[in-house]
């Protein structure tokens, strides 16, 4: 098997470790194949429609966005250069663990990628100088469809790594809702 799944405590948020080749040249694996993730984890249908990059500084803090329905997002993510700290959120109602999180360590040298299910907020802290962030979708983007919930919001209560900084936000993110007053 091409990857080791780790489950995480939101049922569907899933840790893929792909199996990585490498010598003194370097390294070589397969980042994605349709079959193969399937078979890892047990998920058929899913069709990737669009590919994002993003790079952002040391302290830049993204999210936790989402779509509405009928726009809603799963999202495969890796990051291949730097490091990140990538949350995702529970937002489905009446799911048993609406509001909770989930947080993992995304880099370039560990290689994980995170699978998010629609229906869950995502959103990552740059740890590192820089990071090149890499989103696979599943749905394509939708500006009306999209809403933001606050990173700090103390009801979901995210334990984000301190780096001795404030966060960088966007004016999108810095206007997030809370948990409580958006629109799921």
Request: overall charge positive; aromatic content about 4%; glycine content about 12%.
């Given at each position: 098997m091409p990857y080791t799944i780790t489950p995480t405590a939101i049922p569907g948020v899933l840790i893929l470790e792909p199996k990585v080749f490498g010598d003194a040249r370097g390294f070589f694996f397969e980042s994605f194949n349709q079959r193969d993730f399937e078979a890892a984890?047990?998920?058929?249908?899913?069709?990737?429609?669009?590919?994002?990059?993003?790079?952002?500084?040391?302290?830049?803090?993204?999210?936790?966005?989402?779509?509405?329905?009928?726009?809603?997002?799963?999202?495969?993510?890796?990051?291949?250069?730097?490091?990140?700290f990538?949350?995702?959120?529970?937002?489905?109602?009446?799911?048993?663990?609406f509001g909770r999180w989930v947080g993992v360590e995304l880099s370039e040298s560990n290689h994980r990628q995170?699978?998010?299910?629609?229906?869950?907020?995502?959103?990552?802290l740059t740890l590192t100088d820089s990071a090149d962030f890499l989103y696979k979708a599943t749905d394509y983007y939708a500006p009306e469809s999209e809403r933001c919930i606050r990173w700090d919001d103390p009801t979901i209560g995210i334990d984000w790594p301190s780096l001795g900084m404030a966060p960088?936000?966007?004016?999108?993110?810095?206007?997030?809702?809370?948990?409580?007053?958006?629109?799921?």
């Open positions: 984890t047990g998920l058929s249908g899913i069709a990737f429609v669009q590919d994002n990059h993003s790079r952002s500084a040391k302290g830049v803090l993204r999210g936790l966005h989402y779509q509405l329905a009928p726009h809603a997002q799963g999202k495969l993510v890796r990051v291949v250069r730097g490091a990140v990538d949350v995702a959120v529970d937002i489905r109602r009446g799911s048993p663990t995170l699978w998010i299910p629609p229906g869950l907020a995502h959103g990552f960088l936000l966007s004016a999108k993110d810095q206007a997030g809702r809370a948990l409580a007053q958006a629109d799921l």
